[in-house]
C-alpha cells in the first residue's frame, strides 16, 4: 500500500471478466476469415472485362466477384421467403 493513496484507491480493484472461451475461439476465428478475405481481395485485383446484355465494361476482379455474391445471397433469400410462404 501506498502511503499517497486514500483508503478508497487502497481498496483492491474489482476483478475482470475473463472473455469465455467461446468468445475467444470466436473472435480469432473471424480475425482469421478477415486475413484471408483480405488476402483474397489483394490478389483478386486484375482488370476483367464484364459483359453485358447490352455493352460491356471493365472492372477489377473481386468487384466483379463481390457483387456476385451479393446477388446470390439476395436471390436465395427471395427464393426461400417464397417457398416458406407457400407452405
Known sequence: MSATQTPEQQQEAPPQQRR???EQSRT??????AVVITAFALTNLDEV??????????APLIVVIVISLVVGIVLTRFAAR?????R
Open 20 to 22: 469465455s472461451r467461446r
Open 82 to 86: 417464397r417457398s416458406n410462404k407457400r
Open 28 to 33: 480469432i476465428a473471424l480475425i482469421a476469415i
Open 49 to 58: 472485362k464484364v459483359h453485358w446484355i447490352f455493352g460491356s465494361s471493365r
